[in-house]
């Protein structure tokens, strides 16, 4: 249960099907949150989707039912027949926005989700304290990242690029504060250094970007190539030195584990989800939330340094292998699911 068309959601599916053998059945809310009139009939649509997702479990009846998002369809799912329920808390915590009026509520429904789970997953330790304060029991958390496939991302060799080639994967929304890294790279064309940058992936925010980045007269240097393919990232990542991402919230970007791989010098921003991952000045840069400044003068600064560059982007290969290999952390996800299945069918 969940937006299954998200490059993430496919990963883990095909992660279980290949290395668990699982067979995967999809639901979704199907009415998009992206205007007030969607908004009221993507609530109606949730609060009458337990009918539909019963009349589904019943005839499918599936082994587990996995749910993405604590609030949402992870609620959905605790309150359904499911006969083993898997959540994931996507973000360091899904109650979002903090001071919205239904705040209070989805603090409830959470809890409630998470008492009627039988696992949760928590991409990175930056999701635990929210999970702590909930009370979760510990033995229900699985701390380990879904991963990234490092074979079709690590292709590319270490060479010296003449100019700054920068790359933006995620979706152009709010959240992830694109019009900062627009500002810092209009400080650098009032310099005079060459670059390109170029943003890949759709979203709410296209048409005002774009006008920003007229407004700034950056359009023969900046490109907004659409959402593409899963199967076509990885050229894209390798064709590009720089990988820029400055959200004011984040959880564990799968978009930086492939940056990282790809051999793309990750400049992100200084929150808790990127410090797990990312040591200033040792395999990437960190840069205070909305100081465009300070991403200028960081991304120069960096670029002149191709021995240091070259350094980071090794560690960064070394740590994605490691810690965020796909085979082997969806391997030990699925092997996760079969023994809460077997535990169910011995009782």
Known sequence: ??????????????????????????????TPSNSLINRTFRFLEFATALFKINRIIGKQKPDLVIAERTTSYGFLAAISNAPIIVIAQQGSTDLWPMHSFSYPLKKIIQRYAFQRSSLIHAWGKVMVPAMVEAKVDPQKILLLPKGIDIKIFSQKKISEFNKIKAIV??????????????????????????????????????????????????????????????????????????????????????????????QCYPIVSDIAGNQEWITNNQNGSLVPVDDFKELAQTILTTFEDFSYRKNAVITNQKLVQNQANYETNMTLIAEKYHELIDNIQNL
């Open 1 to 30: 249960m969940g937006e299954t068309y998200r490059a993430d959601a496919i990963i883990w599916m095909n992660g279980l099907k290949e290395f668990g053998h699982f067979e995967i059945i999809c639901w979704e809310l199907r």
């Open 169 to 262: 994967t995620r979706s152009l929304a709010l959240e992830y504060r694109h019009e900062i890294i627009l500002k810092a790279f209009s400080i650098l064309d009032k310099k005079g250094i060459d670059f390109e940058l170029t943003f890949v992936g759709d979203g709410n925010q296209l048409a005002v970007l774009k006008k920003t980045v007229k407004d700034l007269q950056l359009t023969k240097k900046v490109h907004f190539l659409g959402r593409k393919l899963y199967s076509e990232l990885p050229h894209l990542l390798q064709q590009n030195n720089f990988y820029i991402s400055m959200p004011n919230t984040e959880g564990v970007s799968a978009s930086l584990f492939e940056a990282m791989a790809s």
